[in-house]
């Protein structure tokens, strides 16, 4: 029923008190916990239900910097130390196990670390050495076996998480990495049972013969701060990628892209106050643009609604969603509770009944007023 809402109204209630710029946020599939990452070194772990259902409120003097709906104050439930080789290390990315069995997160030397969370909180399990700057993005796959990177040495990695090994690079990027997202349409439960059913294999993905790592999703995109934007089928090494092009005369900078829920479109994020818009089957040239007023300063941080209908876009002066159906009359709203500051992440659960922004630069440009705002959705 939410999925297939016309419209959303979102407002912001709580704030996750910090005192400095938050690169990075992740949360369990259910939102039962939410972590973020920045500037301090610190990996915080909030117990987002508490949270939202006002078990710690702000006092006065907290709430003076809020927008009036703003009067829950985040419920911290613990965090550790992001240190690399024994010093602090600012949290440029992380991406969490969906129950927050583990957590990696990306180092600013360009090592990965996996930590434990849910047993012996904080423990680094393992590190993933390999990129040579700071990782700016990590994904684990949707079956969880995988985990992809993206760092400023411009490299996309995919690692096998069962044996910790590099499985292959994807070549194409001429600058830093800003986005990564699987299509999320494919349903990894149906690939696996597809796979190994012996009653009828002519239904199964094809793959290349002798290729060795598996994955349950073969569309990744990655997207870059040059402004490219890149599709790749993971299932063929040896496939030259997708490529999305800007349109004629746009400056390079694309700090964020996601997908529709549907999988269909992609969304990419501009420096001069626009969305790109394309479609998935239909060449290489945006379909549309979305153009924000001409202050509103880059976008920074773009996530969908599933409703396909709805974007969450942000930039510099507020946070925003599209009406992406609406023709005639105003198409967008404004969110209350951001402005002037560089939003890092935009995150929406898959029901979109909560949503979690942050503001950060990710150490790229911009300046950040520490802000991190949790808001509920609502059908309308």
């Given at each position: 029923?939410?999925?297939?809402?016309?419209?959303?109204?979102?407002?912001?209630?709580?704030?996750?008190?910090?005192?400095?710029?938050?690169?990075?946020?992740?949360?369990?599939?259910?939102?039962?916990?939410?972590?973020?990452?920045?500037?301090?070194?610190?990996?915080?772990?909030?117990?987002?239900?508490?949270t939202?259902?006002?078990?710690?409120?702000?006092?006065?003097?907290?709430?003076?910097a809020?927008?009036?709906?703003?009067?829950?104050?985040?419920?911290?439930?613990?965090?550790?130390?992001?240190?690399d080789?024994?010093?602090?290390?600012?949290?440029?990315?992380?991406?969490?196990?969906?129950?927050?069995?583990?957590?990696?997160?990306?180092?600013?030397?360009?090592?990965?670390?996996?930590?434990?969370?849910?047993?012996?909180?904080?423990r680094?399990?393992?590190?993933?050495?390999?990129?040579?700057?700071?990782?700016?993005?990590?994904?684990?796959?949707?079956?969880?076996?995988?985990?992809?990177?993206?760092?400023?040495?411009?490299?996309?990695?995919y690692?096998?998480?069962?044996?910790?090994?590099?499985?292959?690079?994807?070549?194409?990027?001429?600058?830093?990495?800003?986005?990564?997202?699987?299509?999320p349409?494919?349903?990894?439960?149906?690939?696996?049972?597809?796979?190994?059913?012996?009653?009828?294999?002519?239904?199964?993905?094809?793959?290349?013969?002798?290729?060795?790592?598996?994955?349950?999703?073969?569309?990744?995109?990655?997207?870059?701060?040059?402004?490219?934007?890149?599709?790749?089928?993971?299932?063929?090494?040896?496939?030259?990628?997708?490529?999305?092009?800007?349109p004629?005369?746009?400056?390079?900078?694309?700090?964020?892209?996601?997908?529709?829920?549907?999988?269909?479109?992609?969304?990419v994020?501009?420096?001069?106050?626009?969305?790109?818009?394309?479609?998935?089957?239909?060449?290489?040239?945006?379909?549309?643009?979305?153009?924000?007023?001409?202050?509103?300063?880059?976008?920074?941080?773009?996530?969908?609604?599933?409703?396909?209908?709805?974007?969450?876009?942000?930039s510099?002066?507020?946070?925003?969603?599209?009406?992406?159906?609406?023709?005639?009359?105003?198409?967008?709203?404004?969110?209350?509770?951001h402005?002037g500051?560089?939003?890092?992440?935009?995150?929406?659960?898959?029901?979109a009944?909560?949503?979690?922004?942050?503001?950060?630069?990710?150490g790229?440009?911009?300046?950040?007023?520490n802000?991190?705002?949790?808001?509920?959705?609502?059908?309308?």
């Amino acid at each position: 029923q939410r999925a297939q809402s016309r419209r959303y109204e979102v407002v912001p209630t709580a704030a996750l008190l910090n005192a400095y710029q938050i690169h990075t946020l992740t949360a369990t599939a259910d939102m039962r916990w939410v972590f973020s990452g920045g500037a301090d070194g610190y990996i915080k772990r909030w117990d987002f239900a508490a949270t939202m259902n006002g078990r710690q409120m702000m006092t006065q003097g907290q709430r003076h910097a809020h927008v009036d709906s703003v009067s829950k104050a985040g419920v911290m439930a613990g965090y550790w130390e992001h240190s690399d080789n024994d010093v602090l290390s600012p949290v440029f990315s992380m991406d969490v196990q969906a129950q927050a069995l583990w957590l990696v997160s990306g180092m600013q030397s360009g090592r990965i670390a996996l930590w434990s969370v849910r047993h012996d909180e904080g423990r680094k399990l393992h590190v993933l050495s390999k990129h040579r700057q700071p990782v700016s993005v990590l994904r684990i796959s949707p079956d969880e076996r995988g985990l992809v990177s993206g760092a400023w040495d411009r490299a996309v990695l995919y690692w096998d998480l069962d044996s910790g090994r590099l499985a292959r690079s994807f070549a194409g990027h001429a600058s830093q990495i800003s986005s990564i997202a699987f299509q999320p349409t494919w349903d990894a439960a149906k690939y696996n049972a597809l796979k190994n059913s012996p009653a009828d294999d002519s239904q199964a993905p094809a793959e290349n013969e002798g290729f060795d790592f598996k994955t349950p999703s073969p569309v990744l995109m990655t997207a870059s701060i040059d402004g490219q934007c890149l599709l790749w089928d993971v299932r063929m090494r040896a496939a030259l990628p997708h490529r999305f092009d800007p349109p004629p005369r746009t400056p390079p900078w694309a700090a964020s892209a996601c997908w529709s829920p549907d999988g269909k479109r992609i969304f990419v994020g501009r420096r001069n106050n626009t969305v790109d818009e394309y479609e998935f089957n239909q060449g290489n040239q945006p379909v549309r643009s979305l153009r924000l007023p001409p202050n509103s300063g880059p976008v920074t941080a773009l996530a969908a609604l599933p409703n396909n209908r709805s974007l969450i876009c942000c930039s510099t002066d507020n946070v925003r969603m599209w009406d992406l159906d609406e023709q005639k009359g105003v198409r967008f709203m404004v969110i209350p509770g951001h402005h002037g500051s560089t939003v890092s992440c935009a995150l929406v659960d898959e029901a979109a009944r909560f949503m979690v922004t942050a503001c950060g630069n990710r150490g790229w440009d911009g300046v950040s007023n520490n802000v991190c705002l949790c808001y509920e959705i609502e059908s309308v």
